[in-house]
């Protein structure tokens, strides 16, 4: 299962665009890059899947450079609801999904 | 809404106690999951059934007790739980049990469980 390595906590502004970098050096061919978010006292949400290049939806986008050993979740203009943890999950073809601890985004005013 | 179901949303229990958690998933998915969340951990996966049967069993302690009677439902038995084992217990609902392409999980609100 491939670790996953994403800074603990990043700080924002309203407005702004927060961009979270995960590392999973040892990615498998065949695993894929998921992004959940969890508010507090809430199940996680799923935001966005990527294999390779980029993936845009409503909410969010992902970066996946060539080598895949990385990839990067934008959040454009973020606001106060936006603060939440996001989890980067390196995909397996087992049932053992890792969390890890996230990176706690917090949208200040 | 996500489609999956929890109740109670919150429970307090004393240690001697037997309760159980239900979860419910209108989805049609697969496979279903419990995990538990203690405050400031990571979210810690504790089963997984796959058409009804337990594939994935995390070295939980047997006062914690599964249950899949359909591809629908999903208990979670508890008795005689420890004061640690107070937190957030999650469902959660995918198609089919592996986390590859295309396959992402759907989580309930959450049971928050209080053991006094």
């Known amino acids: 299962l491939a670790k996953t390595t994403q800074p603990i906590s990043m700080d924002s502004y309203e407005g702004q665009e927060v961009n979270i970098t995960c590392s999973h050096n040892n990615i498998a061919t065949n695993d894929y890059i998921t992004w959940y978010q969890q508010f507090p006292s809430q199940g996680p949400r799923f935001i966005i899947q990527g294999y390779k290049t980029k993936v845009t939806n409503e909410v969010a986008s992902l970066f996946i450079p060539a080598d895949r050993k990385s990839s990067t979740l934008s959040l454009p203009r973020v606001s106060l609801s936006d603060t939440a943890v996001y989890y980067c999950l390196v995909g397996d073809a087992d049932y053992k999904l890792s969390f890890g601890a996230g990176t706690t985004v917090t949208v200040r005013a | 809404e996500t489609g999956v179901t929890q109740t109670p949303r919150h429970l307090v229990m004393g240690m001697t106690n037997k309760k159980s958690l239900k979860c419910e998933q209108h989805?049609?998915?697969?496979?279903m999951y419990w995990y538990k969340q203690s405050a400031k951990k990571p979210l810690e996966l504790m089963f997984v059934y796959s058409l009804e049967e337990r594939v994935e069993n995390n070295s939980v302690p047997s006062r914690f007790s599964p249950e899949c009677p359909n591809s629908s439902h999903l208990f979670l038995h508890l008795h005689t739980l420890q004061p640690e084992d107070s937190a957030l217990y999650l469902c959660?609902?995918?198609?089919?049990?592996?986390?590859?392409?295309?396959?992402?999980?759907?989580f309930g609100p959450g049971t928050r469980l209080t053991v006094t």
């Open positions: 959660a609902s995918s198609q089919a049990p592996y986390s590859g392409g295309g396959n992402e999980q759907y």
């Open positions: 989805l049609g998915h697969n496979a």
